[in-house]
């Protein structure tokens, strides 16, 4: 493998000493890209998109040609355990992803198998490869998964839902039958990650796009408890060097706290939050990722400079702080937007980091 040039983005999430404030964007492989689309539509639909690594490689490398950012990310998919499970993915046009078959009985959750990742997920491990390949050391490769939690709304509520009347009945109706779901989901997340990291993956994130739909409770009994699970089986090493997990849960501002004692080395925080108040209540526990309002780079470039200007001050000097959107960037966006916004932190951080 070839020597990684740039390593600020692993050094900070490692609190370790930095130039400048790593940055890269969260979809920033994706359809506000003109050369994305392009793609897209030379692939056919989104999962065959996601299944050619060829292709899955160039809308990867992609926003690395247009922007200097600090890191790559796998372009997949968070639903490829469950479709691996045998639940039937596709997506309904104007509707999301939708499941063939959800798992909403307990006979359905009891026939689900762990999925091999080197089987049943070998084409996200060979993007993967071919992904780290092509990168040829410039900047680190970031895998991913859904939550288990997460994952869980999509096969009990067979797709997209805005009330998750489905899952959060089986919560209180039937809660073992959820923790056995759960418990599946965990240890294949855990599977999948760690493959991702023998095919070339330098650091890991996990996003939990509706633990925030849970209550304080519930929060820990269904979703922070499976990624505990993860986190306590994650390879940490490859290549001679540490591999960073950062955990995200979108509304999840309530709970970072408990977020940090998960032995995760960052958290990454949706806009709701202060960073400068996160940073506090976590202490030099973990590094933070965020936070800006994806909405913001629908502004000026003079009001994103602004707001950038707003984050890296109320985080402060000082090492820890990854800049991102709080939430993945909006498909309407204006490429030269994103730019701005890229170049402002590259402009104003250096002096947090003297």
């Given amino acids: 493998m070839a020597e990684l040039k740039n390593d600020r983005y692993l050094r900070a999430l490692l609190k370790q000493p930095v130039d400048r404030t790593p940055i890269w964007m969260m979809r920033q492989a994706g359809r506000y890209l003109p050369e994305y689309k392009a793609t897209r539509a030379e692939a056919g639909d989104f999962m065959s998109l996601c299944k050619n690594k060829e292709l899955a490689c160039e809308v990867t490398l992609q926003p690395l040609r247009r922007y200097d950012l600090d890191a790559a990310i796998l372009f997949s998919d968070i639903l490829t355990i469950p479709d691996a499970m045998g639940l039937g993915l596709y997506f309904e046009t104007g509707e999301g992803p939708r499941f063939e078959r959800p798992t909403d009985t307990i006979d359905s959750i009891k026939k689900l198998c762990v999925p091999d990742p080197e089987i049943e997920l070998k084409y996200v491990m060979d993007a993967v490869s071919t992904i780290r390949r092509e990168l040829k050391g410039d900047v680190p490769l970031i895998g991913f998964s859904g939550s288990p939690w997460t994952l869980a709304t999509y096969m009990v509520e067979g797709g997209s839902s805005k009330t998750f009347e489905k899952i959060k009945k089986m919560a209180y109706e039937e809660p073992a039958t959820l923790h056995m779901l759960l418990d599946k989901l965990a240890d294949s997340v855990t599977s999948y990650l760690n493959a991702q990291v023998a095919n070339g993956a330098q650091s890991l994130m996990i996003f939990d796009s509706w633990g925030g739909a849970l209550s304080h409770h519930a929060y820990r009994e269904f979703s922070l408890r499976y990624m505990q699970k993860i986190v306590d089986g994650l390879t940490r090493h ?45 202490g030099e526990k973990v590094a933070l990722q965020g936070n800006m309002d994806p909405s913001v780079l629908y502004g000026t470039p003079e009001r994103i400079h602004q ?35 890229i170049n402002s932190v590259h402009e104003l951080s250096p002096k947090y980091h003297k």
């Fill in 307 to 341: 707001e950038v200007d707003q984050i890296l001050s109320s985080y402060g000097e000082g090492t820890g702080h990854v800049f991102n959107l709080g939430h993945g960037i909006h498909q309407h966006v204006n490429p030269e937007h994103a730019g701005a916004f």
């Fill in 238 to 282: 490859a290549d001679g060097r540490q591999v960073p997990v950062t955990l995200f849960t979108k509304g999840g501002g309530l709970w970072l706290e408990a977020m940090a004692e998960t032995g995760c080395d960052a958290l990454g925080l949706d806009w709701t939050v202060d960073i400068g108040d996160a940073r506090r209540r976590v």
